[in-house]
């Protein structure tokens, strides 16, 4: 589905008018890898944000809606929603400012402390009864093979310059498979999948938790806790400290009360290191489709980053049917990746040949 920029504009002025700010001055918000945009309006010291949803392009804004509203009655901070046209794709949202996690790390702020504030909002996410009574959808095994796929499909071509026969992306899900049906059960929470620096804020005046402002939480699904964690702590986009890591999970399973060291803290971390193999390879997976189909290239310096990261996870017992599968079928993974080595127009070929094959869950 496209959309013609100037209809869209029109509707955009349109909403804006109705919703009360006719006149405000608009600014538009830099943009990140979703078909979403942002847009700041001003009247005097007053300020809103305009989300510009484009419907079957971009996540639905109902369900940034629902999932926001959700997180503000579990007692942390979402922007309230002062306005929204479903139909259309727009809502009218408060502006959280332009404190990003990002931003005030760059700007030298205390890295301990903001991570400790983060992981604090795990928490009492986690520690609500109300969290998992929302209807999501499920991030089964069925999704997370989905995602892992993504790996399969655009980042091996794009190391290669070639796709994966039929017979090893076969044995690429079978081996997700097996880890994934090897671990115990956890208890399902909502997963929010994008809990990392750019999408968390801190608000002025406020304390505790409530200064930490969260964003982009539409694609959220009922999962496992570990998820959320990981994704803070082993940044695609940034290099994070594996001391602070390490302290940043015990001080989660601390507030938590898990041991780490007892039955449940090893099914935790187990799960752990499979979601974060998972993430990874999606994300090395998204990174590279981004440059071949989208032509942004910004992403493709995190891929050594990435790459490794996914390294050190399959390190772990857990993982060693994923392994096992990169040492005999992509065993040179770990790379720094540049636009001028790819063959954007073999990945594009070699990824529509290989998302069509079908696939069995084993």
């Known amino acids: 589905m496209s959309i013609i920029p100037d209809q869209r504009e029109q509707q955009r002025i349109a909403f804006i008018k109705n919703a009360g700010w006719e006149g405000a001055a608009v600014e538009a918000l830099p943009v990140d890898a979703s078909a979403r945009c942002y847009f700041r309006l001003s009247k005097g010291d007053e300020t809103k944000i305009v989300m510009d949803a484009p419907p079957g392009i971009a996540e639905p804004v109902a369900v940034f809606a629902k999932v926001g509203r959700h997180l503000l009655s579990c007692g942390v901070s979402t922007p309230v929603i002062h306005r929204e046209d479903i139909e259309n794709g727009f809502l009218l949202l408060e502006d959280f400012g332009d404190n990003t996690y990002a931003k005030l790390l760059n700007a030298g702020w205390d890295e301990e402390k903001l991570y400790e504030l983060a992981v604090d909002v795990l928490v009492t996410m986690h520690s609500s009864e109300k969290l998992a009574q929302i ?10 093979i989905k995602e892992a796929l993504i790996m399969a499909d655009w980042y091996v071509p794009s190391i290669k310059g070639e796709a994966l026969s039929l017979e090893a992306r076969q044995a690429y899900v079978s081996a997700w498979c097996q880890v994934f049906k090897s ?4 208890p399902t929470t909502l997963v929010l999948r ?6 968390l804020m801190i608000l002025n005046g406020r304390e505790g938790v409530a200064s930490c402002g969260l964003l982009d939480f539409q694609t959220a699904v009922l999962g496992a806790a570990p998820y959320d964690l990981m994704s803070l702590v082993e940044d695609a986009r940034r290099d994070i400290d594996e001391g602070l890591r390490t302290r940043m999970i015990d001080r989660y399973l601390k507030a938590m009360e898990i041991d780490r060291d007892s039955d449940v803290g090893k099914v935790f971390m187990s799960w752990y290191y499979a979601l974060s193999a998972q993430r990874h390879a999606k994300v090395l997976g998204l990174f590279t489709r981004l440059y071949s189909r989208d032509q942004k290239d910004a992403y493709l310096k995190h891929v050594t980053r990435v790459s490794s990261l996914m390294d050190s996870s399959l390190q772990n017992n857990i993982l060693e049917p994923v392994k096992s599968w990169f040492d005999r079928y992509f065993p040179d993974f770990v ?4 636009a001028e080595t790819i063959d954007q127009e073999k990945v594009m070929k070699s990824a529509a040949l290989t998302e069509g094959f079908p696939v069995s869950l084993p």
């Open 135 to 144: 209807d999501m959808p499920p991030y089964d095994l069925a999704f997370l």
């Open 194 to 199: 994008d809990f990392h620096i750019d999408n």
């Open 335 to 338: 790379v720094e990746l540049k």
């Open 183 to 186: 671990l115990p059960l956890l």
